[in-house]
């Protein structure tokens, strides 16, 4: 594969906005299609949670791809669409189970701020940014333990993935700029989305 291809540059930064923009645009969608709409301040709480793990899974994925990139075969937007996979599929699942985990302890022990979604103790108090900060702290929290998981699955089966990536963008090699746009705009849109959907739906009160 061609080694220019690469997720810095102004090229790189310019398609990462364009996939922030769109995949936070669909949210704005989904909330559309909800019944009852979620009211806007809700909304933005909801959502800055995913936006502060997708940013530390976003850095995370940068630093992982780089890192395997220098130590096994592969430019870094090969080791990124691998680890995206990752993260859209088996993370998913992963933080989910933590997630309602963490949710089910705070059930048990009444830790009512702990629950996400639930900025007040009632629907008629003003919104208790404490618990939106708590709630934000768990949730990052659970994202990086699961990007660093990931990331120790895929050093450890790193033969098993490079081939799997080498297969999957052997059509761009000629294209680095092409690459780098599937990578990190074409693949994430839909993958992120998907993830952004899934997550909303547990991250907002049930």
């Known amino acids: 594969m061609d080694s220019e291809c690469s997720l810095f540059g102004v090229f790189g930064g310019v398609v990462q906005l364009i ?14 299609t909800e ?11 909801d959502t800055s949670k995913q936006a502060f793990s997708a ?13 395997l990139s220098q ?35 705070s059930r048990n022990y009444g830790w009512t701020k702990a ?3 639930n900025y007040s103790e009632d629907t008629d108090e003003e919104i208790d940014l404490a618990a939106w900060a708590l709630q934000l702290m768990i949730w990052v929290s659970i994202v990086a333990m699961t990007k660093w998981f990931l990331l120790m699955v895929i050093t450890h089966f790193s033969e098993f ?19 780098l ?23 907002k009160a049930i």
């Open 55 to 67: 940013l530390v899974a976003h850095v995370m994925n940068i630093m992982g791809a780089l890192i």
């Open 181 to 203: 746009v599937f990578v990190m705009v074409m693949v994430p849109a839909v993958m992120n989305i998907f993830q952004f959907w899934v997550q909303d739906n547990f991250l």
């Open 19 to 32: 996939l922030a923009f769109v995949c936070f645009s669909s949210l704005v969608i989904k909330r559309y």
């Open 35 to 45: 019944r009852p709409l979620r009211s806007w301040p809700i909304f933005a709480l």
């Open 161 to 179: 993935y490079m081939e799997i990536g080498k297969k999957a963008l052997t059509p761009f090699s000629e294209n680095p700029k092409f690459e």
């Open 71 to 105: 130590r096994q075969e592969g430019n870094p937007c090969m080791w990124y669409f691998i680890t995206l996979m990752m993260d859209t599929t088996i993370g998913v699942l992963i933080a989910y189970s933590f997630i309602r985990l963490s949710e089910k302890i």
């Open 115 to 117: 629950i996400s979604g």
